[in-house]
């Protein structure tokens, strides 16, 4: 659903519903959370529910459009914070470098244990709903079309180059945050903020970028 034309009041609607779905799909799982539970979670009808979103599956989708562009434009604000600075100077310290960097992008919104839980509950589910699938993997290309623009971007500004396909560097580092957000939400309660270790991914970065080629 395109929410750019929607009202102020309503947008704000939909986002509560979307993050008490979260908390509930973090407890409860997908398939095991009520409409009901939803709409009591986030203080609303059921006729606000339906007024919004078809189901839960459209609410599914919701959720990982608005955390998806939420992530990525944080990350483009982050790229943007450090253009000037790399302008000025090129780093010395590489891996002293980057780990600032994704630091500093971590920083911006440090997830929940429930949200950790949640953001995979729902990859498991559009994995084994057949009708859900499509739109998942749409999202799911939209979302590495414009990482990977942003990476090129960020790496540009770094007078760097990947020493491997950019697509395949981006992946890497997508399965290591996602295994290290997991590790993180371990045996926290759900609404403990969780902090990501970015050492995993400093280290694949500093061995799969060149930082001498445009020297």
């Not at 986030?42 to 339906?50: E, K, S, V």
């Not at 780093?91 to 971590?106: A, M, Q, S, V």
């Not at 949640?118 to 939209?142: D, N, V």
Request: aromatic residues 6%; contains cysteine.
């Amino acid at each position: 659903m395109n929410t750019d034309n929607l009202s102020a009041r309503r947008r704000q609607t939909r986002s509560t519903l979307v993050e008490a779905g979260v908390s509930v799909f973090a407890v409860k799982g997908i398939d095991g959370a009520s409409i009901e539970e939803i709409c009591e979670a986030a203080g609303f009808t059921r006729g606000a529910f339906y007024s919004n979103f078809s189901g839960r599956d459209d609410l599914v989708l919701a959720t990982i459009e608005q955390r998806t562009s939420h992530d990525l434009d944080m990350l483009d604000a982050s790229i943007e914070r450090w253009r000037d600075r790399l302008n000025s100077s090129r780093p010395e310290d590489i891996e002293g470098f980057l780990r600032e960097f994704i630091d500093d992008t971590f920083s911006q919104k440090r997830p929940t244990a429930a949200e950790v839980i949640a953001e995979h509950e729902i990859q498991l589910y559009c994995l084994r709903t057949p009708g859900l699938y499509p739109r998942y993997e749409e999202l799911h290309s939209f979302q590495g079309q414009r990482i990977l623009s942003l990476i090129e971007n960020a790496i540009d500004f770094a007078e760097a180059a990947s020493t491997i396909p950019l697509k395949d560097l981006i992946e890497a580092l997508t399965a290591v945050h996602s295994q290290s957000s997991l590790r993180a939400a371990a045996g926290k309660r759900l609404h403990e903020v969780v902090e990501i270790d970015s050492t995993q991914m400093v280290r694949i970065l500093s061995r799969l970028l060149d930082f001498s080629q445009k020297a």
